[in-house]
Nanobody, 124 residues
């Protein structure tokens, strides 16, 4: 099992930036694919971004491609989500998640462990 704690959320104006962090403990972090998902008010949870373990590959939802960047620091057991050019429609609770597999990591069902979430609010 992996324990995950997100941080870095907050209130920002449209066009601004935030960097989310997710600190992991427990199962070997470097052997987990990590993902970011979000849930906006009244909407279902959706995939945002993911990063594999080992030979690193990254994945993004079309809605954030070119604006968000996922990265990981295995020495710090932390995954990051740099969010630039934020829009009001990015407002949501953002969750990080861990998976022991590099397959199907754009799908929430593939993740075993989840953080408690961090609120991101983008004002217009």
């Amino acid at each position: 099992q992996v324990q995950l704690v997100e941080s870095g959320g907050g209130l920002v104006q449209a066009g601004g930036s935030l960097r989310l962090s997710c600190a992991a403990s427990g199962r070997t972090f470097s052997r987990n694919a990590m993902g970011w998902f979000r849930r906006a008010p009244g909407k279902e949870r959706e995939f945002v971004s993911a990063i594999t373990w080992g030979v690193v590959a990254t994945y993004y939802a079309d809605s954030v491609k070119g604006r968000f960047t996922i990265s990981r620091d295995n020495a710090k057991n932390t995954v990051y989500l740099q969010m630039n050019s934020l829009k009001p429609e990015d407002t949501a609770i953002y969750y990080c998640a861990a998976s022991p597999s590099n397959y199907y990591i754009t799908q929430a069902a593939n993740y075993n462990d989840w953080g408690q979430g961090t609120q991101v609010t983008v004002s217009s």
